[in-house]
């Protein structure tokens, strides 16, 4: 079957750093995303990856291992208006994304 | 219009009444898509269309349909509502279905549905 793991949960502090990790099993993979969803909004788009290695962009890096089934979201220097869910989805062979149910993310002042 | 617009905002529908759901995208992708997104689970696939005229079933399809007439509407209908109905319903589009690689889902601000 196919399947993606996130914590459910995490907390952090201001200005700190944290790793969101995920791992997942698709038939088939072309790509894993991350979005961010606040409370009561819609997913947007953080980033894509589809080779591995580390995606840098601003605050915000995303890791891909292909191999390993996994990837990790990094945000570096936290804001309190990084306080969100953080959803993982994986695309599989038919091009259809697959979801995890998200971590949410607390900050802490 | 700018990106997806989706109406109603949020919705309470008695059991059994039949409900459309309008999603409406100005960004001329040509595939769209219908989630829903309950507590404690990851989106979940309704349907899906990767160019007007087009139409297939996601992961959860039973007790929905849906049409597309054109490339900008994609509606969503609950022919009679049942309780288990209940969520948020997010309308994505994105500008191909992903055959040649895959492209970015910008979604819709949701329709929260109650089915009392």
């Known amino acids: 079957g196919q399947n993606i793991d996130q914590p459910t949960e995490m907390t952090a502090t201001e200005g700190a750093i944290v790793q969101i990790n995920c791992t997942y099993q698709t038939s088939g993979f072309n790509g894993l995303f991350w979005y961010q969803q606040h409370a009561g909004e819609a997913p947007t788009f953080l980033s894509y990856?589809?080779l591995d290695g580390l995606e840098e962009k601003g605050r915000f890096s995303s890791f891909l291992s292909r191999s390993k089934g996994y990837s990790y979201l990094l945000l570096k220097e936290l804001q309190m208006k990084d306080s969100a869910s953080y959803l993982c989805?994986?695309?599989?062979?038919?091009?259809?994304?697959?979801w995890g149910a998200g971590t949410k993310l607390i900050i802490k002042p | 219009i700018a990106g997806i617009t989706q109406a109603p905002t949020s919705q309470i529908l008695a059991a059994g009444r039949r409900m459309t759901l309008r999603c409406t995208q100005d960004m001329r992708h040509n595939a769209m898509y219908w989630y829903r997104q309950d507590l404690g689970l990851g989106l979940r696939l309704i349907h899906y269309?990767?160019?007007?005229?087009?139409?297939g079933k996601g992961e959860v399809p039973d007790g929905y349909s849906v049409s597309r007439a054109n490339t900008d509407d994609f509606p969503l209908t609950l022919a009679s509502a049942v309780p288990s109905q209940t969520s948020v319903y997010f309308c994505a589009s994105s500008l191909s279905s992903g055959t040649g690689g895959a492209d970015t889902q910008y979604f819709g601000p949701g329709t929260r549905l109650t089915v009392l």
């Open positions: 989805a994986a695309m599989d062979s038919n091009y259809q994304l697959i």
């Open positions: 269309s990767n160019t007007a005229g087009t139409t």
């Open positions: 990856n589809v």
